[in-house]
């Protein structure tokens, strides 16, 4: 019998489940590099700063899981490409996802999936550095704290339980979803006031995790891609919900089978 996969990558998954998931502690920010482009990202999706090529930095990752040659869509190796998998698809529920600099590189990262895939999603990078080294700041003049509409995936002390009985709010809802580790997403809220201010809603416990590609701190811990899957089902969008577990459970059969797991399946 095999041992249990051990994670290659540096960081458990983000915070967006009921119960923080933890960090090993995050990189310095001032190593952070800017944002490159999403490619296969979907329609009407867009990517927030001037794109570099992909590990075009001095300060790029040089784990195990860094080496391969690794699709720049999927971000899976080459040679196990699903971008094909990656369909475009329509919600109501308009998502904002901030990615921490570091985590662009990261090829376990699941947040990008979503804009790849939601027809008029945003992904914005936070953190990042122009290839002259400029700090580029994160643009967040958008957001009105003040609409109820705005609602933010964060599980404060004062955030909604995305519960049976959550009322959405009336007109269209945009959904802010901050993607890094612990570390980084408290650290975005704490140098991010109108981030912070705005209204906070987190998942109530649910089925456990598929995500096996990187341990978390708490059983109940979700990736980010699954946090958003569950959040777009409990405001009404279950299509598209359900085309972005489809995705994970792809991307992580394929993670697992270049681990050698070829036989893995998610828990039931």
């Not at 698809?89 to 901030?98: E, H, P």
């Not at 992904?123 to 002259?132: C, E, K």
């Not at 987190?202 to 811990?221: E, N």
């Not at 009404?236 to 489809?246: K, Q, S, T």
């Amino acid at each position: 019998m095999k041992p249990p996969p051990r994670d290659p990558g540096p960081d458990p998954p983000s915070e967006l489940g009921p119960a923080r998931a933890g960090s090993r502690g995050a990189h310095p920010e001032d190593q952070s590099r800017g944002p490159e482009p999403a490619p296969g990202a979907a329609a009407g999706s867009s990517v927030q700063g001037a794109p570099l090529p992909r590990f075009d930095v001095p300060q790029r990752p040089t784990g195990r899981g860094y080496r391969l040659a690794r699709c720049s869509g999927c971000r899976a190796p080459e040679e196990r490409c699903f971008c094909v998998e990656l369909r475009p698809v329509d919600s109501q529920v308009r998502v904002l996802v901030i990615l921490h600099a570091l985590e662009q590189f990261r090829p376990t990262n699941t947040g990008r999936y979503a804009t790849q895939i939601l027809r008029g999603s945003e992904l914005r990078i936070r953190g990042g550095r122009s290839s002259a080294g400029v700090p580029m700041p994160l643009d967040l003049s958008d957001l009105d704290p003040g609409d109820p509409g705005t609602l933010l995936l964060h599980p404060g002390p004062e955030a909604r339980l995305l519960d049976e009985h959550f009322a959405p709010p009336p007109g269209p809802i945009r959904l802010v979803v901050p993607d890094g580790t612990w570390t980084q997403t408290r650290q975005m809220l704490r140098r991010e006031p109108r981030l912070k201010a705005l209204s906070q809603i987190a998942l109530p416990r649910g089925k456990p995790s598929i995500y096996a590609l990187r341990r978390g701190v708490t059983p109940d811990g979700l990736c980010t891609l699954e946090a958003i899957a569950r959040a777009l089902r409990a405001l009404g969008e279950g299509a598209a919900a359900d085309e972005l577990e489809r995705v994970l459970l792809i991307a992580v059969r394929v993670g697992m089978a270049a681990r050698g797991y070829h036989d893995w399946q998610p828990p039931r």
